[in-house]
């Protein structure tokens, strides 16, 4: 709740304004567009002003260039749209399904995108010789690793912000309104805006799985093709949000079962940490500070990846 509305100031009757929407921006939500700007100046500043930048500006306009990207955001677009007008029998609780729909299809849509730039940008290249050429000029090997993630990063965020912003739309000027009418009840701008802001958390949250997906991609394809690429990044995306399913459910007995259960939730990204289901299911606002903690984490897990990257990469013959 805005802290205008705990202090009492504010009726939910009134309708929206401009000052209702800063103060909705600067008191629940400043961390996530803090977070945004920082990011994409973080970006502007790479991009502009060192070599690796240069890569990544190329690598995010070959990327949004693709057939598959245009596919995707007009898919996912319609998917979103559609939902709208479909009944999901929940009781009164389908906006609640909705968002977590849409969130699923943002998902995947963006990682669909990354790993398959990832087998373009960077295993097509080694096959094809192109890697060779670009690593003749005054650009090492790890410039060009970093580069094409941070390139194919970019082109995820692109993706999650347009479809974010559709789908916070759909729930604001339609969603919402068309819930209310279905229970014969009225609804107000004030909590129709309430209700579509809470998606912004899980946009955040979808991000940083992407980015970490992306890094694992990354790093397969300094070694394998297309297709193996895309086959293990999906077992690694089913894995990493069942290993903690398979940690409580690993016999005791077995300690084989209980060790391999935990190496692989060692090894693998925790990506269960990013599924904001439960929380939308309970009706949960997810606070700053579990979000700054996945944001260490992500941080933390790419970094690791792409210094694997970097060896996989320093010894892989380009001739």
Not at 32 to 56: D, E, Q
Not at 162 to 173: A, E, W
Not at 207 to 222: D, G, K, L, P, R
Request: charge should be neutral; hydrophobic fraction near 55%.
């Amino acid at each position: 709740m805005n802290e205008i509305q705990k202090a009492g100031n504010l009726n939910p009757l009134d309708e929206l304004t401009g000052s209702l929407i800063w103060s909705y921006v600067r008191d629940d939500y400043w961390w996530f567009f803090a977070g945004l700007f920082g990011l994409l100046a973080f970006l502007a500043l790479v991009n502009y002003f060192t070599r690796t930048g240069s890569i990544a500006r190329a690598t995010t306009k070959e990327a949004v260039r693709q057939p598959i990207f245009l596919l995707l955001m007009a898919v996912g677009t319609l998917v979103m749209l559609a939902n709208v007008y479909i009944p999901f029998f929940s009781l009164g609780d389908d906006t609640k399904m909705y968002i977590d729909c849409g969130l699923a299809t943002i998902l995947i849509s963006s990682m669909l995108v990354a790993i398959w730039t990832a087998s373009l940008s960077v295993a097509e290249e080694i096959e094809g010789k192109t890697a060779m050429t670009l690593l003749s000029k005054p650009i090492t090997r790890r410039e060009f690793i970093l580069g094409k993630y941070l390139g194919i990063a970019q082109t995820t965020l692109w993706m999650v912000l347009y479809l974010g912003t559709v789908l916070i739309s759909l729930i604001f000027l339609l969603k919402a309104n068309l819930d209310a009418k279905e229970a014969a009840a009225t609804v107000t701008s004030v909590e129709r805006l309430s209700t579509a802001l809470r998606v912004l958390p899980g946009l955040t949250l979808v991000f940083m799985e992407v980015a970490v997906m992306t890094a694992i991609s990354v790093a397969i394809s300094t070694r394998l093709p297309m297709l193996v690429n895309l086959t293990t990044c999906l077992a690694i995306f089913v894995i990493g949000h069942l290993t903690p399913v398979l940690v409580q459910s690993a016999l005791k007995d077995v300690p084989f079962v209980k060790f391999v259960a935990q190496l692989l939730a060692t090894i693998l990204p925790a990506l269960d940490n990013y599924n904001m289901s439960a929380a939308i299911a309970m009706d949960r606002t997810i606070p700053p500070d579990y979000i700054g903690y996945n944001a260490l984490y992500s941080l933390c897990y790419v970094t690791a990846i792409i210094l694997l990257a970097f060896i996989l990469f320093e010894d892989r013959d380009l001739a």
